[in-house]
């Protein structure tokens, strides 16, 4: 089965700086690539995905990702962070099957 | 355009009880998965549909039911409650199995 390894539960940077969150996916058939930001109290939203097509992906709020095969990531970046960045990131990967699995997450707090 | 609803938002009940959450989406997507998420574990599957009247299991499905008797409704049921069911469930759901899911805004559950 496929599975995602989130490294980092916790990151803190200052507005203005790189944000960079790691994933890590496992995955025997050519996987589907997602990340979700949860914000306090709500559900997830989708930021950006992979499925197949260009290796760089960009999502909303300035969000990018880029899908490395050779290193079976999926790092998640923006350039300069901003207060409302601040929330919980979420790297989930689908196989060849229906079921997407989640990483356990990692909290983005962003310091003024 | 209400998207995916779920209701109650907040429930307390008692270990032994049996307790319903639904969940309802206005989009007519194929498939709709329930998940609980628990801090230190993401989100983590306990039951998807395919489509009315197909469900299947997903990695935490012990002392859950489902049924799927429309496209737009999947209630989850808790047949004798427990403390370890205390958690937040999140329904979603997606025009394709592998594809992008989007997530109710979850039930927040205490087991007493």
């Known amino acids: 089965a496929q599975s995602v390894t989130q490294l980092g539960s916790h990151v803190s940077v200052s507005e203005g700086a790189l944000v960079l969150l790691r994933c890590n996916y496992s995955?025997?058939?050519?996987?589907?690539l997602f990340w979700y930001v949860q914000y306090p109290n709500q559900g997830l939203q989708l930021l950006l995905k992979?499925?197949?097509?260009?290796?760089l992906v960009k999502g909303i709020n300035g969000f990018e990702a880029e899908f490395k095969k050779s290193e079976t990531s999926f790092h998640l970046t923006k350039p300069s962070a901003h207060m409302s960045d601040a929330a919980e990131y979420f790297c989930?990967?689908?196989?060849?099957?229906?079921?997407?699995?989640f990483g356990a997450g990692t909290r983005l707090t962003v310091k003024p | 355009d209400a998207g995916i609803t779920q209701s109650p938002r907040y429930k307390i009940t008692e270990t032994g009880r049996q307790v319903t959450l639904m969940c309802h989406q206005t989009?007519?997507?194929?498939?709709m998965f329930w998940y609980r998420q628990d801090l230190g574990h993401g989100l983590r599957l306990i039951y998807y549909s395919a489509a009315a009247d197909i469900t299947d299991k997903g990695e935490v499905p012990d002392g859950y039911v489902v049924s799927r008797s429309k496209t737009e409704n999947f209630p989850l049921t808790l047949e004798s409650a427990t403390r370890s069911q205390t958690s937040v469930y999140f329904c979603?759901?997606?025009?394709?199995?592998?594809?992008?899911?989007?997530f109710g805004p979850g039930t927040r559950l205490l087991v007493l």
């Open positions: 992979y499925t197949s097509a260009a290796t």
């Open positions: 989930a990967v689908t196989g060849g099957g229906n079921d997407m699995r």
């Open positions: 989009w007519s997507h194929s498939y």
């Open positions: 995955s025997s058939v050519p996987p589907y």
């Open positions: 979603a759901s997606s025009e394709l199995g592998r594809e992008t899911q989007y």
